[in-house]
T-cell receptor
Framework: DAGVIQSPRHEVTEMGQEVTLRCKPI?????LFWYRQTMMRGLELLIYFNNNVPIDDSGMPEDRFSAKMPNASFSTLKIQPSEPRDSAVYFCASTINTDTQYFGPGTRLTVL | ELKVEQNPLFLSMQEGKNYTIYCNYSTTSDRLYWYRQDPGKSLESLFV?????AVKQEGRLMASLDTKARLSTLHITAAVHDLSATYFCAVGAGGSQGNLIFGKGTKLSVKP
């Protein structure tokens, strides 16, 4: 298995631009999680899906952030418009039921 | 609300020494995980602990779980430089979707 796949691995953009991060979970996993990691705030859960349905989005910072999971093999996290304070590493993780969460390699986002 | 506390948050060790990282959590949970993160990398699963008294060992690392005390420990034996990383504990948040609550992480530095 290829593991959790994220793209792009690095993204540099300017303030105000739209950013879309992508995630392909491990095949057969039914839960998908988006996290953000910064030095200041550590690892934060943004949103998670179960069977493609958003379960808890209370960690989404504000309306500029949105996430979708149109099918079991794909999810996106969109930031529009982006701001410098959104600069972070964004991780996607997947699991099946209550098994171990497996993390993707992350997307390092820099907003100038 | 489930809270997870790790201590210490920073640990500088000499090679060959032993030390323990502690993970306390605030409410009952049926599963606890330890992850490792190397600088600039993703999180890698180390151990899953599912029952009171569970003990898992891999090389110089040993994890244990006391569900009555709501405490897990990660013991490092005869530390080597390769163990330098950040270690996270994560506790199951209940339900069947696999949501985890992460501690802030312990940054371990092993010096020769």
């Amino acid at each position: 298995d290829a593991g959790v796949i994220q793209s792009p691995r690095h993204e540099v953009t300017e303030m105000g631009q739209e950013v879309t991060l992508r995630c392909k979970p491990i095949s057969g996993h039914n839960s998908l999680f988006w996290y953000r990691q910064t030095m200041m705030r550590g690892l934060e859960l943004l949103i998670y899906f179960n069977n493609n349905v958003p379960i808890d989005d209370s960690g989404m910072p504000e309306d500029r952030f949105s996430a979708k999971m149109p099918n079991a093999s794909f999810s996106t996290l969109k930031i529009q418009p982006s701001e410098p304070r959104d600069s972070a590493v964004y991780f996607c993780a997947s699991t099946i039921n209550t098994d171990t969460q497996y993390f993707g390699p992350g997307t390092r986002l820099t907003v100038l | 609300e489930l809270k997870v506390e790790q201590n210490p948050l920073f640990l500088s060790m000499q090679e060959g020494k032993n030390y323990t990282i502690y993970c306390n959590y605030s409410t009952t949970s049926d599963r606890l995980y330890w992850y490792r993160q190397d600088p600039g990398k993703s999180l890698e699963s180390l151990f899953v602990l599912l029952s009171n008294g569970a003990v898992k060992q891999e090389g110089r690392l040993m994890a244990s779980l006391d569900t009555k005390a709501r405490l897990s420990t990660l013991h490092i034996t005869a530390a080597v430089h390769d163990l330098s990383a950040t270690y996270f504990c994560a506790v199951g948040a209940g339900g069947s979707q696999g949501n985890l609550i992460f501690g802030k992480g312990t940054k371990l530095s092993v010096k020769p």
